[in-house]
């Protein structure tokens, strides 16, 4: 409890404080379940402290939700406030640099930087030799006169390198961190818990590289703030875990959000290739000559004409080609994929050996490059798109009859040239891989959510091992909520089109938002549900705001939360279902319009037949509910959980779809969706007609006296 900087716990805060604590003497990882109000930060920090303290590790708690980065950052404030800490918070390089170039650039200039500093460190080190000797030899010492010449031919070499080396590009934000003194600046870092932002600006005011300091001082630190790719990107995670001085078993991490690592790691397994970088590797071809040229051709053109006759075929109206990658479906499901068929009927002897010379050519050019940027024959590092290729081709070869990956070609036009252009993706639908290596080599790992369970699935998707489970559903007031499962129709794809349907659903949400006192949060399955029935409620005396695709939410958000009778049409999809708080006031009643399945496009389909045969054991459902029907819901609870942010907020939750209630468990059979919800949920749920929902709620209200100069009528308008 020295890590937890308040004075008392929140009701079920300490306990799982203590059991997470026990886990990490056990070296095991915590499936960490948590409504708003559990304290879930602190209970996960303080023990992951603690342990770190005492085993000598580092704690690395991260999130992929800027709120969540801010709010982990006032933690580490108030901790460092009552009890030493160091930490740090971490972003990329280029959000950081002060030049703005890429990584590989990057590393090129701090190399040639750190050549450069250590000549002159060496040159002035003999110049201080020089005048020693020169002292001696003018008192008599005829030896000092021989080596002092010796020297005076090793400072002209030296003094020529350091010619050569001032010619190649250096970095001087770096060079100032070689040569100046940055102590002040680990003073100022360590004294505080500093945001990315204030380094950059320190640093920069002052000449330094703030990226490069800081990565050379994480390895002072207890705790780090990142972002998951710190950790979920094999590559990354290596260099960062270097950086903090650590092995991986002396690492401690805490996911926040942790129902989100799923799609994260499967983004981080994921690979494409563009028609674009296939051209240029062609044209780096035609510069190399090279016994290994024919090689590598006879691999990547018969695969760039493949992509280009795929998708040539498919384009029956071009004009519904836009920006926005669209997917063709190239996947045979008894046999090769349409690309990897053209790699097959290409004039390739033995096509493994071609993939091993051209990434082999590649490597050399690549090397080729590096060198020439560090002797500054070239102003910008140029990489190898041979390489790029290669070892995108080799994955693809491998991965041909893998059901863990979809092939994919899509295609998008050029918003510069206006032409169509493709696209190849190898799509990783289980993501178990990247995630269970890295929870594998940690010390211990919390994974920690308000949505997380079912816990058994998380474990299967993630590789983990024989957690800790730990649960705890909302301490607030039971009697400041209710939670509705109104018996509306089942809004099925096919009969969200219906005019009797949407009539139903449209005074059902009419009901919903007259009844409530403020504001009322809606959800839909899509954005153009969401329009839909915007447009309808236009009666309506509440201010209606529409959540749009591609349009700014935050800006949106705070509109509505000023307003104090309105609401809010967005997508169960979009991104003001996570992440996004709506406390006291700014929102008292959210309804979830239907079950919010994703379209189910091939690559959902893909992730069911993944899980279908990673996981079913015989059960034929399995992969729905592992890549569909859980993600949903757990998308549905989140929603939920926008509302009811405080013990003092009171607030109505509505599931409007009878798909929800306790009878669609009987008379639907698998379509119910009632027991995907854990058990102290279900058993909140009240089913409500659809027609009975608005006098539900004109009582519920009316009990707390939320009403301003009294309640609504609760008789429909005409």
């Not at 018996?487 to 919903?512: H, I, K, W």
Request: glycine residues 6%; aromatic residues 8%.
């Amino acid at each position: 409890m020295r890590f937890f900087p308040y004075s008392e716990p929140y009701e079920n805060q300490r306990e799982a404080i203590e059991r997470i604590a026990t886990a990490f003497s056990r070296n095991q990882d915590v499936l960490f379940e948590g409504a708003c109000g559990t304290g879930k930060t602190l209970s996960a920090l303080a023990p992951a402290l603690a342990t770190a303290r005492s085993q000598d590790k580092t704690v690395v708690i991260t999130t992929n939700v800027h709120q969540q980065m801010r709010q982990f950052v006032e933690e580490a404030r108030a901790i460092a406030e009552t009890t030493p800490l160091r930490a740090a918070v971490f972003r990329g390089k280029a959000s950081m640099c002060h030049i703005d170039v890429g990584y590989d650039e990057c590393q090129v200039l701090r190399d040639n930087t750190r050549d450069l500093v250590e000549v002159e460190g060496e040159i002035r080190e003999l110049e201080g030799r020089e005048q020693e000797l020169l002292a001696e030899a003018q008192a008599g010492n005829d030896e000092a006169t021989g080596a002092r010449a010796i020297v005076a031919n090793e400072l002209e070499e030296l003094d020529q390198e350091r010619e050569d080396l001032a010619d190649r590009p250096t970095c001087e934000h770096f060079y100032r961190n070689l040569t100046g003194d940055v102590d002040e600046f680990y003073r100022w870092l360590h004294a505080d818990v500093r945001r990315p932002d204030e380094i950059y600006e320190y640093a920069d005011g002052n000449g330094f590289c703030g990226y490069e300091l800081l990565k050379d001082g994480l390895d002072a630190v207890d705790l780090v703030v990142c972002n998951y790719y710190h950790l979920l990107d094999p590559m990354i995670r290596t260099q960062f875990f270097r950086w903090l001085g650590r092995d991986a078993d002396e690492i401690i991490t805490i996911f926040d959000e942790a129902h989100n690592i799923e799609d994260a790691a499967r983004e981080h397994a994921t690979r494409t290739l563009t028609e674009g970088t296939l051209e240029a590797a062609l044209g780096e071809l035609e510069e190399v000559s090279d016994h290994r040229v024919a090689r590598a051709e006879a691999l990547f053109v018969p695969f760039l004409e493949t992509m280009r006759d795929v998708y040539l075929s498919r384009l029956d109206r071009t004009e519904t080609v836009g920006e926005d990658w669209i997917d063709l479906n190239i996947d045979e499901r008894d046999g090769p994929d349409e690309l990897t068929r053209g790699l097959r009927e290409a004039d390739v002897d033995d096509l493994e050996d071609v993939v091993e010379a051209a990434l082999a050519l590649g490597g050399d050019l690549e090397a080729t490059y590096e060198d020439a940027y560090r002797r500054g024959e070239t102003d910008v590092r140029r990489e190898s798109q041979v390489l790029q290729v290669a070892w995108f081709l080799q994955g693809w070869i491998d991965a041909a009859d893998d059901h863990r990956f979809l092939p994919v070609l899509s295609i998008r036009r050029d918003d510069r040239t206006d032409e169509i252009y493709g696209r190849a993706e190898l799509f990783a639908c289980v993501p178990r891989d990247i995630a269970g290596e890295l929870f594998g080599q940690v010390a211990a790992s919390v994974l920690m959510s308000a949505t997380l369970r079912p816990f058994s699935v998380v474990q299967d998707a993630l590789g983990l091992e024989d957690p800790v489970e730990l649960a705890y559903g909302l301490t607030f007031p039971a009697d400041h909520r209710r939670t509705f499962a109104v018996d509306s129709p089942a809004l099925f794809s096919r009969d969200r089109g219906d005019p009797q349907v949407q009539a139903e659903v449209a005074a059902v949400l009419g009901d919903a938002i007259r009844m409530t006192p403020g504001n009322t949060l809606v959800y839909f399955p899509s954005y153009a549900e969401a329009a839909r029935y915007h447009d309808r409620l236009g009666h309506l005396e509440a201010t209606r705001y529409l959540d749009e695709p591609a349009t700014r939410a935050e800006g949106l958000r705070q509109e509505f939360t000023a307003d104090d009778h309105a609401a809010l049409f967005t997508s169960i999809w979009g991104t003001l279902t996570e992440g996004v708080s709506f406390d006291g006031d700014d929102a008292q009643t959210v309804v979830v319009v239907g079950v919010p399945y994703p379209y189910l496009d091939d690559r959902t389909q893909a992730v069911r037949d993944a899980y279908a045969i990673e996981y079913g054991d015989g059960d034929p459902t399995a992969g729905w509910r592992y890549a569909v029907e859980i993600p949903t819901i757990r998308k549905t609870r989140q929603a939920l959980g926008r509302v009811l942010r405080s013990p003092e907020d009171i607030g109505v939750r509505v599931l409007l779809d009878k798909r929800y209630t306790a009878a669609a468990t009987q008379e639907m059979g698998k379509y119910s969706v009632r027991e995907t919800f854990p058990p102290e949920e279900r058993a909140e749920l009240i089913d409500v007609e659809s027609d009975r929902l608005r006098f539900s709620m004109l009582n519920f209200y009316t009990d707390h006296d939320a009403y301003e100069g009294g309640p609504p009528s609760p008789e429909r308008p005409d």
